[in-house]
């Protein structure tokens, strides 16, 4: 989120200095890649600041706000994957059904000869949307762990995984989870 954030500051000082006609204020809230905090943002943003335009970073948020957002007029960039299909409104994906990219994730396994794989994925429904593209490329047998967005051991899991000796693990996790779990994964 943060590189997102400076990429925005530097193309609104860039076209701030080209247009000095027509100036862009930038006004940025953290999401903490939360749900709750991504509507409390939003309402911020539409009622307090008036915006006239929302870029949003994280899946999280877009499936909080969507309901609400879709009865505006609203632009939305968005950035992160929606736990929903894309429809025809104002949420403008940059990204359209990145499910795509786990499909072909999946198939290019399967066509390098991968036979067994682990798919370690945190519950959540923008994720179980990407193992469910994964596993449409892969057409193979694959053995699911799941991880808790809360969970804080992932001890036995781990174990769990190591101890059925895949020939590959796939992760689709979110950072926080994903991290976690690889530190007790490589012990």
Partial sequence: GENMRNGAVLAQEKWNKEHAYQ????????????????????????SIDHVQAIINMSSPTIDGIYEEVTKTTLP????????IEPA???VVGMFPNSIEAEYK?????????????A??????????RFVKGFKSGFQGK????VLEPDQKDFRT????????KPSMVAFIVTPTTGGLFMKEYLK
Wanted: glycine share 8%; proline share 0%.
């Fill in 119 to 128: 798919v370690v994925y945190t519950r959540n429904s923008t994720l179980e």
């Fill in 157 to 164: 899991t781990a174990l769990k995984v190591s101890e059925t």
């Fill in 88 to 90: 025809d409104d104002n």
């Fill in 142 to 145: 694959t053995t699911d762990y």
């Fill in 76 to 83: 939305i960039l968005q950035f992160g994957e929606q736990s």
């Fill in 105 to 117: 994730y999946g198939k290019y396994l399967r066509e390098q000869g991968y036979t067994n794989i």
């Fill in 23 to 46: 100036q862009v204020e930038l006004v940025t809230e953290d999401d903490g890649f939360s749900s709750a905090k991504g509507i409390a943002a939003y309402r911020k943003l539409t």
